[in-house]
């Protein structure tokens, strides 16, 4: 089923009274959860476990917390010693050797950004400094700078793999890569492929909205999480029942840049360096989290005609739906985009 609808995805698991119509759990059957919080959010794992298996629940959800912290200490571009901090440091003079988890990220991330167009792109980086600079001055980014800007993104194009080697090379100075948009939903499907090598049945993990259902709840019907208004935040107006299925979300509903009073998008389009328009949230579910969370950010970028196109085609993101909140603000004309 593909699907376009203005609304948000919250990932919220609600009570399971609506889903897949199950043959019904062990009556003994409970949620047992633990929240911790890591990458810069709130993660709450939740598994279903009856009262004689709650040591060995607690046993993984454990080791699948490790494998979530594992993510964060590689791929964080903040953690000095992580691997995406030395590729920052010194990929442009030499090829720089990174774990299998590490380079099948930045790998899978881009061809993400081949198959969007450039859309999804973990190279944007830099072109966040000025938009920060611009809202602390209170005046946007000169054209000039955000041109000069441009020069020093393109991951597609400018990120040397050695498949054999595991190594990752920039071919531009000053390029700088963060997987903010994709570590996630690899640290959630991480978890999950924890969980079930540990033999638990139906488990939620949640990283801060970037969640992924496996098996079914406590009850033997499918996890459910519910979809509200942002612009009221209060009230579920859908619910969507999740097997074995992930969610995420992107958004400036929550953060963006304020300048001269008016609001613009955290989200930054790789190929023109200006924030994106109209899309408030786009939330996205999918086969697996990382896709989920990959697309959300590209959708956001692309619109909804051509992020529906995406999903169409069949191809990279095959079995994905895509849900929009949007609304309109203008750019002064000498920062407006091309129209889509």
Not at 273 to 281: I, T, W
Request: net charge negative.
């Amino acid at each position: 089923m593909k699907r376009l609808a203005l609304l948000l995805l919250v990932t919220a698991v609600l009570c399971s009274d609506c889903g897949g119509g199950g043959t019904g759990g062990s009556p003994a059957a409970g949620n047992y959860k633990i929240t911790r919080e890591v990458m810069d959010t709130i993660v709450t794992i939740t598994v279903v476990a009856d009262e004689g298996s709650r040591d060995s629940a607690e046993a993984a959800v454990r080791k699948a917390f490790d494998a979530i912290y594992e993510v964060d200490r590689l791929m964080s571009a903040y953690r000095e010693e992580g691997e995406v901090s030395e590729i920052n440091r010194d990929a442009f003079d030499r090829p720089v050797k990174v774990s299998d988890l590490t380079f099948n990220a930045i790998k899978r991330s881009v061809e993400i950004s081949r198959e969007t167009d450039g859309a999804f792109d973990i190279t944007v980086g830099p072109l966040v400094r000025p938009w920060r600079a611009a809202e602390e001055a209170g005046t946007l980014p000169a054209e000039e700078t955000i041109k000069a800007t441009l020069k020093k993104v393109g991951g597609a194009d400018n990120i040397l793999l050695n498949e054999e080697e595991k190594t990752v090379r920039f071919l531009v100075e000053g390029m700088r890569i963060d997987l903010g948009g994709i570590a996630k939903g690899i640290a959630v499907d991480r978890a999950v492929e924890v969980l079930r090598a540990e033999g638990i049945k139906g488990a939620v993990v949640d990283a801060g909205g970037d969640l992924a259902a496996t098996g079914r709840d406590k009850d033997g019907v499918k996890w459910v999480v519910g979809v509200r208004n942002f612009f009221r935040r209060k009230g579920h107006i859908e619910r969507l029942a999740l097997e074995d299925k992930a969610v995420a979300t992107s958004g400036d509903y929550e953060r963006f840049y304020e300048i001269d009073g008016v609001r613009y998008s955290h989200i930054i389009d790789p190929r023109t360096g200006l924030p994106v328009q109209g899309a408030a949230s786009v939330s996205v579910i999918a086969p697996d989290c990382a896709t989920a969370d990959a697309l959300a950010t590209a959708a956001g970028v692309l619109g909804p005609s051509r992020a529906m196109a995406l999903v169409e085609d069949g191809r990279m993101f095959a079995g994905c739906e895509i849900l929009f909140a949007s609304y309109t603000h203008g750019f002064p004309d000498h920062l407006a985009p091309a129209a889509e």
